[in-house]
């Protein structure tokens, strides 16, 4: 039995950070271990332009906490007025790393995304060209599909199509939920992977609906059955290069979640970490977590991997039940909740 694993510091390659004082949670919180971060721009006020991701870039460095060199990696969001020169301009800045795609109205702040996703063939052209990542959010929106079905309706009604079309596009399907996802990325080239979540492989909607519904475990896309949360560990665990670790961590206060119209997201950068090391040492694969946390995301986003190590201890300890946010508190995912690892800060 291993107590001691020390890994390649890792990156996060899907998070939400907010804005302004939000920023004061967030960014320490992406800063405690993690090397980089891909930075959702799914702000009230999207990151549209390279000037926004430029001046947002700013605004998070700035609560970097002292000494530490965790690097935000910027991302443009795509929306029905995203230029080619955007594209150009995206690349060549070297800080933005991606484009997202979010399909109008499909999650938290996703007003302005795309209404047809036809029309940006023209800068899924661009990209390709520039061989910068899209992102997708992969879900349709449309009012006949059912939530549920809705990441595997996307795959056989767009993301077909695109990657035929574009097949040199480097693409990431973010936060992925099926087993019909999974087997999609597998069958496929080395120009599509995908994140998955910590909440998507430890809990199913069981976890969210039995016994009474559990607005701190909603997020989107929607926890699926536990067959699909099963092909999603496997997935993670089984070593493969196609998928890597995205936390997804996406504050939103208490009160916005525990309503009668309750908010999608999950914060889990409290324990991010050891939320995976728990799923990888039920596979009984903890020599596999580097791969999905430390490696195979860097190299897909064509960047060194991080220098530095860290170490995680088995030693069991309780994710805080809260953490103060924005004058109001966060109620963390698996609050409460007793963990067997713990990175071990210097
Ligand atoms: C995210 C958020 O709150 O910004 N919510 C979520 O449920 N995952 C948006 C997103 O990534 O879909
Ligand atoms: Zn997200």
């Known amino acids: 039995m291993i107590n001691q694993l020390t890994l390649i510091q890792p990156d996060d390659w899907h998070v939400h950070l907010r804005d302004n004082e939000a920023l ?11 090397g980089r971060s891909i930075v959702m721009p799914n702000l009230k006020m999207p990151v549209r332009k390279v000037t926004d991701a430029s001046r947002y870039r700013q605004r998070i460095l700035q609560h970097r906490p002292k000494g530490s060199k965790w690097l935000p990696l910027m991302v443009l969001y795509l929306t029905d007025d995203t230029s080619k020169e955007d594209i150009f301009e995206a690349k060549k800045s070297g800080f933005v790393h991606a ?43 449309d009012e006949n599909t059912d939530i549920f079905d809705r ?14 079309q574009f097949p040199e596009l480097r693409i990431v399907l973010e936060h992925i939920t099926t087993a019909q996802a999974v087997q999609y990325v597998e069958e496929n080239d080395r120009y599509l992977s995908a994140t998955i979540t910590p909440q998507h492989l430890l809990y199913n909607r069981n976890h969210m609906l039995v016994g009474g519904i559990q607005p ?4 989107l896309p929607i926890l699926k059955r536990d067959t699909h949360q099963k092909a999603l560990v496997k997935a993670a665990t089984g070593g493969s290069k196609k998928f890597f670790l995205g936390t997804d961590s996406a504050p939103h206060a208490m009160e916005a979640k525990e309503s009668a119209c309750g908010c999608a997201g999950c914060f889990s950068h409290p324990a991010a970490l050891e939320l995976y090391a728990e799923v990888f040492d039920q596979a009984d694969v903890m020599h596999h977590l580097e791969a999905f946390s430390s490696i195979n995301g860097a190299q897909f986003y064509q960047l060194p991997l991080n220098e530095s190590q860290i170490t995680l201890v088995k030693e069991s300890w309780t994710v805080p039940h809260e953490i103060p946010y924005c004058g109001s508190k ?8 007793k963990l067997n690892w713990k990175v071990k800060l210097p």
Do not use: W
């Open 99 to 141: 484009v997202k795609y979010y399909p109008a109205g499909a999650t938290t702040n996703s007003a302005n995304g795309v209404s047809q996703l036809t029309r940006l063939d023209p800068i899924f052209d661009a990209m390709q060209n520039s061989d910068l990542v899209l992102q997708i959010h992969g879900e349709v929106t």
């Open 330 to 337: 966060i109620v963390p995912l698996a609050a409460g909740t």
């Open 24 to 34: 004061d949670v967030t960014v320490p919180a992406a800063a405690r271990y993690f």
């Open 216 to 219: 701190h475990l909603y997020c």
């Open 151 to 164: 990441e595997s309706v996307f795959i056989d009604r767009h993301l077909r199509r695109i990657k035929e």
